[in-house]
């Protein structure tokens, strides 16, 4: 009898044909159907008549047996919060800058020249901190992932995304303890209360509470998601809320519970894209009234800022003008595009040398109507794009009191956005 390798048997994919892509649908079918859940509704195709659009968000379809259960957790239900003592319409969004609106324009809108200047006056600002020194937080040893390892998801394996993501985890915890040593304050976090806003998963708060499990954690965020450390909280009997809601909207000291903790607050929070970053900023600003507040913010996202919520209008326009912050925000990503690996980003001289010819003569990378640069040199020109918008956050701080810390947390090997803000205001300053 021949065995048959079922591991070299032809994939079976779902028939609907995605006419923007000029291909078949390549999830997998449904039993009994030769259509995936996501198409399945779109086709006569009886074995899945009970297929019907979401009432929620028509975008994905449900089966009708299960339409009751779903609609209890899909990501389209909307939460009413408004009788809420923590919900106060656009609390976190910043006061109205008398230079109001401005458009996002792409890059292929502007003129050569206007690139060129822009780029120039880019690397003249430079990619070091003009507010605060960068600091390097100490890498992370082995002893310090087996502390965390119980942590780590069943089949996780060493060398995996969940090793690298694991790592930025504890850099950023220890980041936290460097900075409360730098600033010579109280290095406890025995009840104190961690506010990780645009929390997803909750993977943060999870790594805080295994140092620190005698404290109350919020989470936040106005999606859910998969694989929520919700189930951890619960099991280990800790202290915690999670709102679905916008951070926009949140009054974090009115949140249930959290006068049992009325000394410290610290917002931990990674990955926060865009505007959601100055929004979490102006939270903070708030509560530093009441509290002991400490911000610890993995940058990240800048090419999705918004001038309408960014927080360091009045620095950049003393330094830029005001038509050119989504410029620099599109910018901004030319420093995650590339993989660095393959680049010379380490090597000084090979970066000096390549700035000096662009300064000295950027018109000889034209090329017919585009402006081509050398790869290391735009990743230098994202750094740089990447370091205005951060400033601008931490002249922000500075003016409401806070001392400010950036620090590179983890290798730019681990991850491109590797810069993180610090920030601590005591309760009486």
């Not at 509704?41 to 009708?64: E, M």
């Not at 409360?180 to 025995?190: F, H, P, R, Y």
């Not at 049992?260 to 894209?273: E, M, N, R, V």
């Not at 009191?401 to 983890?410: A, K, P």
């Amino acid at each position: 009898m021949v065995e048959t390798d079922i591991t070299s048997a032809p994939p079976v994919y779902c028939a609907h044909y995605v006419e923007r892509k000029k291909r078949r649908c390549k999830l997998t079918p449904l039993k009994h159907s030769t259509y995936c859940a996501e198409h399945a509704a779109h086709h006569v195709d009886t074995a899945n008549a009970d297929q019907i659009p979401c009432p929620l968000d028509p975008a994905h379809f449900i089966s009708r047996s299960k339409l009751e259960q779903h609609l209890k957790v899909c990501n389209a239900r909307k939460y009413d919060h408004s009788s809420q003592p923590y919900f106060k319409e656009n609390v976190n969004v910043p006061p109205p800058h008398e230079i109001r609106t401005l458009k996002r324009e792409p890059l292929s809108k502007l003129s050569i020249q206007e690139l060129i200047d822009t780029c120039l006056e880019l690397i003249k600002y430079g990619a070091i901190s003009k507010i605060c020194e960068l600091k390097d937080t100490e890498p992370v040893s082995d002893e310090d992932i087996d502390h965390y390892r119980p942590l780590f998801q069943k089949g996780d394996k060493v060398g995996s995304s969940a090793l690298r993501h694991a790592t930025q985890q504890v850099a950023l915890v220890n980041t936290l303890a460097e900075f409360q040593k730098s600033i010579s304050t109280d290095t406890s976090l025995s009840d104190t209360c961690f506010v990780e806003l645009g929390a997803g998963s909750g993977k943060l708060s999870q790594w805080f509470h295994h140092k620190v499990n005698d404290s109350f954690f919020v989470l936040v965020d106005r999606q859910m998601c998969r694989k929520k450390a919700d189930g951890y909280f619960k099991k280990q009997k800790s202290n915690f809320v999670r709102l679905k809601m916008d951070i926009k909207d949140i009054d974090v000291g009115g949140v249930p519970d959290l006068d049992k903790y009325p000394k410290k607050i610290c917002f931990a929070c990674k990955h926060l894209c865009g505007g959601a970053t100055d929004m979490a900023l102006v939270s903070a600003v708030q509560s530093a009234q009441l509290r002991e507040t400490t911000v610890l913010i993995a940058l990240c996202c800048h090419h999705l800022c918004s001038w309408d919520l960014y927080t360091g209008k009045d620095y950049f326009i003393k330094h830029f003008k005001p038509q050119q912050f989504y410029t620099l925000s599109s910018l901004s990503a030319w420093a995650t595009c590339f993989k660095l690996e393959t680049m010379q980003i380490d090597d000084k001289e090979v970066l000096k040398n390549v700035i000096q010819k662009y300064q000295n003569n950027p018109e000889s990378f034209i090329q017919g109507e585009h402006l081509v640069l050398d790869r290391n040199l735009q990743w230098y020109i994202g750094r740089c794009a990447k370091n205005v918008l951060n400033d601008g956050r931490a002249q922000f701080m500075l003016n409401n009191g806070f001392r400010v810390q950036f620090y590179r947390y983890v290798n730019v090997s681990i991850s491109p956005e590797n810069t993180s803000l610090l920030c601590f205001k005591s309760a009486a300053t």
